[in-house]
Every structure is written in structure tokens, then in C-alpha cells.
């Protein structure tokens, strides 16, 4: 082995025992829901934000708040609520007197400014509100005013939302839809896990959390995470995924010409080669596989494909197209060699 080749073993080795460390962390809150967590510590590392979606109750925002205690990382949290204004997220500039007697214009920063930020019940906020936040996950800036202010990374948005048929929920712009990395669906856990999570709070044992990880850490292996290698095929198939999404699209299956109004948008792929790598990086491998890519291809996609009326009304679900589309998806196409191989 190469020196190099050390150099990296040792790297993905250190990445391994770093996320296993901030799960067993977690593990101590949370019970079950390994996808879950799984998925958005993805989101963390590949510098994306993650949308959990499910019933009330279920501990989506006891994930997040754990993790962030997990990290020693500024941490906020908004709730959103029908009369929350984009100045409660985002900061305002305030007129403020002086030691001489004049008056100045500061600018108060939002909950906004930090680096793992809860958005909580985003969908109980207007769309106006859900809107401020646009800028903020795409180009990790707040303009305000004439100014223009840079947040610190990291920088991660996880929002929790209650599924849209619960009353008083705004469904979120489909622009803002697209700037999250993932979309996770928090299931309701099984019997055991439902007997662990009443001895856990039901009882008197009281759970010492410690932050495990700091900034640097969270920056090291997110650099990491950007070198990890992707072999042309395996590009060409998430690609190809992605094309298979839109109804005029060269492979698009049958339900997809059917049932789908919007196939995804050019960060689907991202997303899809991003969550690839660091499924690579969480099993020990520093390389993307297309089994990689086939795990991660139901979160980063699924809230990137719209139906159409049709779909909607027959009750399709946009899972249903991904997974047709996966089977449909040929693993090699003409044309591509293994041995056409490069960075992502």
C-alpha cells in the first residue's frame, strides 16, 4: 500500500469512527429510526439541509435538538407558526442611540445566524415566511436591506414538518422544496422500539449528553466527503435517474409519462452523488458504487418529482414513481466503460 493510499485508508477510517461516535450519542435519545439518522447526518456532511416529515410525536425534533447538543455547534430554533414575519428569522435593522447622543442603524441578527438551525413545523408558517429562508440554504448569505451577510459554516436547515392533509399547514414553494439536500419520512416505530422509548421517558433515569464533534471536525469531513471518487458509469446511471424523472425524459417508464407534471431539477443529481459518496465513506469504502447510489435515490429525490392532477387523484405516490424508475434504469448503457473513471 502507498503511502497515499494510507493516508486515505487512515482518513475514512477516522470519518467511520467519528460518525459512529456522534450515532452512539444520539443512540442515547433516540430510539430507532436508523434511516432517519442515518440521513440526516448525510445532510450534515454533504452541507445540504434535511426536511423530516411525519405525525406529530414521533421525535423529530427531539433528533434534531439532540444532535445539535451532539455538536459543539451554534444551534437555534425556530417555531413556525400562521404570524411568524421574515424578520423574526432572518434579523432587522433597528435605529439605536449612541454614547454621544446620535443614532446609528444596526442590524439585529435572526435565529437564522447559526450553524445547525431547527426550522420547526415549517409548513404551519405562511409561504410568504417559508420564502425568507431561500437565500439563506442556497447561498448561506441574508441580504437585508443593502447588506449582505455571510453565516458561518457549517450550515444546515432541518426542518420538520406535519404531513400536508393535517390542518392549518401551507404546502411549501416548490423552489424552497428543491433546496432541501433530503426529504425524510419518520416512521411510526414498531412494538419494541415503542416499550424502549416508554422506559426511557416514563422513568427516573436522567440521559448526560456531551458534545462530541466540534466545527472542525464537521469541516474536515465535510472536505472529505468532496474527494471521494465516482467512476463515470456511476455518474452516468444518477444521471440517467434523474432524466428518467421528466414525462418527455429518454427512459422515462410508463407511470412516469402518466403521472408526473415535473421530473427533478439538476440538484437532484447532486444531491444523489453527494448522499453516494458519504454511503461510500459511512461502509468504509473511498469510492461510489451504484448501490450507493440506488440507496440513496428515494430522500433525494422524492420532493423533487411533482405529479400531475392525474397522479394525484389515483393517489400515486412519488416513491412509487422512483422505485418504477430504478427498476426500469439499466445499471450500464452503451457507450460507457468502468474504466472511464474521475472525481465528481
Request: with cysteine.
Amino acid at each position: 500500500m502507498t503511502a497515499d493510499a494510507s493516508l486515505v485508508r487512515a482518513e475514512v477510517d477516522q470519518f467511520r469512527a467519528s460518525v459512529a461516535t456522534l450515532k452512539s450519542e444520539i443512540a442515547k435519545t433516540i430510539v430507532g429510526h436508523a434511516a432517519v439518522v442515518d440521513g440526516v447526518l448525510t445532510c450534515l456532511l454533504a452541507g445540504g439541509h434535511a426536511l423530516l416529515e411525519g405525525v406529530p410525536g414521533l421525535g423529530k425534533t427531539m433528533l434534531v435538538r439532540t444532535l445539535s447538543e451532539a455538536l459543539n455547534l451554534n444551534f437555534s430554533r425556530i417555531q413556525f407558526t400562521p404570524d411568524l414575519m421574515p424578520a423574526d428569522i432572518l434579523g432587522t435593522t433597528v435605529i439605536d442611540d449612541t454614547q454621544a447622543g446620535g443614532r446609528v442603524f444596526e442590524f439585529r441578527k435572526g435565529p437564522v445566524f447559526a450553524n445547525v438551525v431547527l426550522a420547526d413545523e415549517i409548513n404551519r408558517a405562511t409561504p410568504k415566511t417559508q420564502s425568507a429562508l431561500l437565500e439563506a440554504m442556497q447561498e448561506h448569505r441574508v441580504s437585508v436591506g443593502r447588506s449582505t451577510h455571510i453565516l458561518d459554516e457549517p450550515f444546515v436547515v432541518l426542518a420538520t414538518q406535519n404531513p400536508l392533509e393535517s390542518e392549518g399547514t401551507y404546502p411549501l414553494p416548490e423552489a424552497q422544496l428543491d433546496r432541501f439536500f433530503f426529504k425524510l419520512h419518520v416512521p411510526f416505530p414498531n412494538r419494541d422500539e415503542l416499550h424502549r422509548i416508554v422506559d426511557l421517558t416514563t422513568g427516573d433515569a436522567h440521559v448526560e449528553r456531551s458534545a462530541v464533534l466540534n466545527r472542525e471536525d464537521i469541516l474536515r469531513m465535510q472536505h472529505l466527503v468532496r474527494r471521494v471518487p465516482v467512476a463515470r458509469h456511476v455518474q452516468d446511471f444518477a444521471v440517467r435517474v434523474v432524466q428518467a424523472t421528466h414525462p418527455d425524459g429518454p427512459d422515462a417508464p410508463e407511470i412516469c409519462k402518466r403521472f408526473v407534471r415535473f421530473g427533478a431539477s439538476p440538484r437532484g443529481a447532486q444531491a444523489t452523488l453527494l448522499a453516494a459518496k458519504i454511503r461510500a465513506l459511512f461502509e468504509g469504502r473511498f469510492a461510489a458504487s451504484i448501490d450507493d447510489v440506488r440507496a440513496v435515490v428515494l430522500p433525494a429525490l422524492r420532493h423533487r418529482v411533482l405529479l400531475n392532477f392525474e397522479g394525484e387523484a389515483e393517489g400515486t405516490k412519488t416513491d412509487q414513481v422512483i422505485l418504477a424508475i430504478l427498476k426500469a434504469i439499466p445499471e450500464t448503457k452503451a457507450g460507457n466503460t468502468e474504466a472511464q473513471v474521475g472525481p465528481s
